[in-house]
T-cell receptor
């Protein structure tokens, strides 16, 4: 299995909603990532987990809360988002931190 | 911190021609340079990568060259086909883990291959 699976594929939420994005990989990778991507821009790093520990938080607002329950799963909990948070949210994994990232197909998030 | 510049931002070529995309990085400690292709509405996918201990790497119609002295690396696509049309991102990192190590992306190049 060489896939990173993300759910849901699309999400529309209001500014008062709470939702979660989910990511799963079964490649035995020890690093997992959340990226945010706006149209026509490169992926922008949000969080990195290495060996299930948070190793990088790129000063992301607290309305985004990551969680790594085990080595195969990564969640991103969303609360009180703003319209400017609308974007494609990509999960990725790699054998070790920064090596050969495999991306999921992303969650297209719209905040109304 | 690391900064990666990428040029051109858009590139249009005729099918069968070659395409070259160039990147410059700022941190001389960077030693890992991947290239990602992102088709419209799809995920970024790694197409080729190079480490600082080699100057060139080829995979069929794709090649990457690295000039460590000038801190430049380039993607070369030969015999372009319409399915090569996509956004291409270069990136740089210090490689091999490290808790603070991260991949820095260039701004992207939109390649259009005209049939």
């Amino acid at each position: 299995d060489t896939e990173v699976t993300q759910t849901p594929k699309h999400l529309v939420m209001g500014m008062t909603n709470k939702k979660s994005l989910k990511c799963e990989q079964h490649m035995g990778h020890r690093a997992m990532y959340w990226y945010k991507q706006k149209a026509k821009k490169p992926p922008e790093l949000m969080f990195v987990y290495s060996y299930e520990k948070l190793s990088i938080n790129e000063s992301v607002p607290s309305r985004f809360s990551p969680e790594c329950p085990n080595s195969s799963l990564l969640n991103l909990h969303l609360h009180a988002l703003q319209p400017e948070d609308s974007a494609l949210y990509l999960c990725a994994s790699s054998q070790f931190q920064t090596e050969k990232l495999f991306f999921g197909s992303g969650t297209q998030l719209s905040v109304l | 911190g690391e900064n990666v510049e990428q040029h051109p931002s858009t590139l249009s070529v005729q099918e069968g021609d070659s395409a070259v995309i160039k990147c410059t990085y700022s941190d001389s400690a960077s030693n890992y340079f991947p290239w990602y292709k992102q088709e419209l509405g799809k995920r970024p996918q790694l197409i080729i990568d190079i480490r600082s201990n080699v100057g060139e790497k080829k995979d069929q119609r794709i090649a990457v060259t690295l000039n460590k002295t000038a801190k430049h690396f380039s993607l070369h696509i030969t015999e372009t086909q319409p399915e090569d049309s996509a956004v291409y991102f270069c990136a740089a990192s210090k490689g091999y883990g490290g808790a603070t190590n991260k991949l820095i992306f260039g701004t992207g190049t939109l390649l259009a291959v005209q049939p």
